[in-house]
């Protein structure tokens, strides 16, 4: 298992990472017709990440030479001088979950949040999806009790609930 930054060449795999996992993840919390449209196409976040600009980062995670993971990040959204880092997605595929390489890739994007000058970070992730929200708080998110948002998602509309590490650099530290 290995994390390394993300290139343009990742894209296909990212795009294939994505669609496996939303399907298998959001399946009954989100429209069938938008999972069933997502695909393997990289073409559009190929053209985005050879523009990608120095406060965003893209990782993936791989388990021998396949990319089976991936995390992307930069500046919060939200508008927090205490997280002014976010980490904007990580997936894994479901055949590599409980192997580490979403707690390899939470590290890592840590690393990326302090390299670029930021002590806090925050992750949003889909108020149903009860695994990964215990994935965040195991790795030491604070859930935002009165930070529920709504947000846009590939045209549909979900509830999202808000993790908050106050200082990133205790997970950006671990081995």
Not at 12 to 38: K, N
Not at 68 to 94: K, M, N, Q, T
Not at 166 to 172: I, S
Request: aromatic residues 8%.
């Amino acid at each position: 298992m290995s994390v390394r930054l993300a290139t343009p060449d990742d894209a296909d795999a990212i795009e294939r990472v994505r669609t496996d996992t939303w399907r298998a993840t959001y399946r009954g919390h989100m429209p069938d017709a938008v999972l069933d449209a997502l695909g393997y196409d990289g073409s559009r976040r190929r053209e985005h990440m050879s523009r990608l600009r120095p406060e965003l980062f893209a990782l993936v995670a791989q388990h021998d030479g396949e990319v089976v993971g991936f995390c992307i990040g930069g500046p919060s959204r939200e508008v927090d001088p205490v997280h002014p880092g976010e980490i904007y997605a990580i997936y894994v595929l479901p055949a590599h979950h409980g192997h580490g390489h979403g707690s390899a890739l939470m590290r890592a994007g840590a690393r990326e949040i302090v390299a670029r000058g930021w002590g806090g970070m925050l992750i949003w992730v889909l108020r149903e999806n009860a695994p990964s929200r215990l994935f965040y708080e195991r790795m030491g998110g604070q859930h935002l009790t009165d930070g529920d948002v709504q947000r846009e998602i590939e045209g549909a509309t979900v509830t999202e609930s808000g993790y908050a590490w106050d200082d990133v650099r205790a997970l950006a530290a671990k081995a």
